[in-house]
């Protein structure tokens, strides 16, 4: 999968922009992303619910992966079953 | 991935709320993007290679900038101050293109050179109507290149330089939260379509979702109007704006800016007199200096509006000096200073700025300039303090070299500029048979003084520099040569000393 491929949850609304990726599966609400989304929704999984945010980017430890949330959705977003955090821009104050 | 997903994600956020107003025109997301999708249409069409603005900013600007990119076709704005003459190369060079805007011009300057044209009106109306809503469109991918714009060539011809997706999307997500402006938040944007500047407000205003307020030529009462009409919350603006919108505040023509919380600038150098003023004129308003180039995508290091009160009310001249600054690097670039051997240098030490990151395209279209290790050489000559604030001292091109001494044009300038007869002063290098080259001198005699003696003036840089620093060769003109975002053309004043 190259960067710029967008993903969409099998489980929720959930829609992201891969910005950097590495082998692992990525995954939304428990359930791997896929470029289409599924015939029948998969389950959104408790342990993977806590919400994806738009326009936030998710990033790992590692920082070997990088999503941009284009469509916000119940589902959370992982790799491999590791949970992967917000990172924040660095506004400026304005400058253009 | 697409700078139109930046619009694409507006839209889909905030469908109603107002992007763009121009011209007493309001537009929202939603409106723009249908536009841009109906200017896909077009442009695919058309079978070009460049989608070229020759034209004022207006709405078609926007639609033109997303519109290319979803095409994945460069879009190219111009400069419509070009001479003739040198707009035909132009011209030349992105042919054949879809050329948004003046005309009468591109038929009559490159009737010859397979150039599609519209005026802004129908190419505005024509994207509102093309857009076939429902049907499934395969949009560009976004691996190319974005834009492409010309130099300004203050040194020599203007180069293509080329922005990918990749540059302007490192920069926008790296430096703007989505959908941060509160819905009564507008940006002033007044800078050319052609600007770095005025592509960069584009995107960041879209995608923080906050409105853009477009003035399409700059005129300080009539920027001063706008701004309290719209109550504009931020501006950008280059040296000589913010130079005449002090000029018109000082001669008491009143504006209420109550709501403007923050004024932005650069493109050129900010004298330090005028932004004191600014200062004092506009004490709840916050300042920032922002330094980039348009091969970096926009700024790479920026003073701060904490930082210009601080520097303001200290007494330490070190801190003070900092109002002269280009601030600090973003945290998103790293920035080195470096000799004529590439090496590093340490703080305090002049040399050439060096700049990497996501957002440093450092590609034209003829060569890339980065190094083996990605790094761009800006040819801006610089350094930076021990506590990290970079300083400007002019191009690197502009450095006179006199017998193998380097010398910086500014620090001569400086000096000269103290003489109180002394109005504006370039000093630019001279062919010299004995040195290689010489210190030449133009000066602005100040409004209603008597221009300084050559003597008077030689003497004052033998004591305040060093006697290789003396000019060999003054002379006194009315006024020097700026292009209209306040460079000053060097190579011009070149050619009045050669004469």
């Known amino acids: ?96 | 991935m697409n700078i139109a997903l930046l619009l694409e994600m507006a839209a889909d956020a905030a469908p109603d709320r107002i992007a763009l107003v121009c011209d007493g025109k309001r537009w929202t997301y939603g409106d723009l993007l249908a536009a841009a999708r109906g200017a896909f249409e077009i442009i695919q069409e058309s079978g070009v290679e460049y989608v070229a603005l020759l034209d004022e900013s207006s709405e078609a600007s926007m639609i033109a900038l997303f519109g290319a990119a979803l095409a994945g076709v460069p879009y190219c704005p111009l400069n419509y101050r070009l001479a003739d003459e040198d707009l035909t190369a132009l011209l030349s060079r992105i042919a054949p293109a879809l050329v948004i805007g003046d005309e009468e011009r591109v038929e009559r300057l490159a009737g010859d050179q397979g150039h599609t044209v519209y005026s802004r009106k129908l190419f505005t109306l024509k994207s509102q109507e093309t857009w076939p809503e429902g049907e499934e469109r395969e949009y560009d991918p976004g691996e190319g290149i974005a834009v492409q714009l010309f130099t300004s060539g203050t040194t020599a011809a203007p180069k293509a330089a080329i922005l990918r997706h990749s540059n302007l999307l490192g920069y926008i997500l790296g430096t703007v939260e989505f959908a941060s402006a509160d819905e009564d938040d507008a940006a002033l944007v007044v800078v050319p379509p052609y600007h770095i500047a005025g592509i960069s407000a584009l995107l960041s205003s879209t995608y923080a979702n906050r409105r853009i307020v477009m003035l399409p030529s700059f005129e300080p009462e009539a920027w001063l109007k706008l701004a309290e009409e719209e109550k504009v919350t931020n501006a950008f603006v280059v040296p000589t704006m913010m130079s005449r919108i002090i000029e018109k505040l000082n001669e008491g023509v009143s504006a209420n800016l109550a709501s403007l919380r923050a004024i932005a600038y650069g493109g050129g150098k900010m004298p330090r007199e005028i932004i004191e003023k600014a200062l004092a004129l506009m004490p709840k308003t916050g300042f920032t200096n922002s330094y980039g180039l348009t091969e970096t995508s926009s700024t790479i290091a920026l003073l701060g509006p904490d930082e210009h009160r601080e520097a303001l009310a200290s007494d330490d001249p070190k801190i003070r000096a900092r109002l002269t600054s280009l601030g600090i690097p973003l945290p998103t670039v790293e920035i080195e200073i470096r000799d004529e051997d590439g090496n590093v240098l340490g703080p305090n030490e002049p040399g050439e700025i060096f700049v990497r990151g996501e957002q440093v395209s450092g590609e034209y279209k003829e060569r890339s300039a980065l190094d083996a290790e990605g790094w761009f050489p800006t040819r801006d000559a610089g350094y930076m303090d021990e506590d990290g604030y970079l300083f400007l001292s002019g191009r690197a091109d502009d450095v006179i070299v006199r017998g193998g001494e380097n010398m910086s044009p500014g620090e001569i300038e400086d000096v000269v500029l103290t003489h109180p007869a002394v109005g504006d002063a370039c000093a630019v290098a001279i062919p010299s048979v004995e040195w290689g080259e010489a210190v030449g001198m133009a000066i602005v005699p100040r409004d209603g003084h008597e221009a300084p003696g050559e003597d008077e003036v030689k003497e004052l840089v033998r004591t305040r520099l060093r006697s290789s620093r003396v000019p060999e060769k003054i002379v006194y003109v009315e006024e020097l040569p700026y292009n209209e975002m306040g460079k000053l053309l060097r190579r011009k004043v070149k050619e009045i000393l050669a004469d």
């Open chain 1, 1 to 96: 999968m190259k960067p710029g491929t967008r993903l969409k949850s099998a489980a929720c609304d959930t829609e992201v922009m891969v910005i950097r990726t590495a082998g692992g599966t990525i995954e939304c609400g428990g359930a791997a992303m896929a470029e289409e989304k599924p015939a029948d929704a998969a389950a959104l999984s408790p342990d993977h619910s806590n919400g994806s945010l738009m326009g936030k980017r998710y990033v790992d430890a590692d920082n070997a992966y990088e999503l941009l949330c284009v469509k916000p959705g119940k589902g959370s977003l992982s790799v491999d079953g590791v949970a992967l955090v917000t990172k924040d821009a660095k506004p400026l104050p304005a400058s253009d």
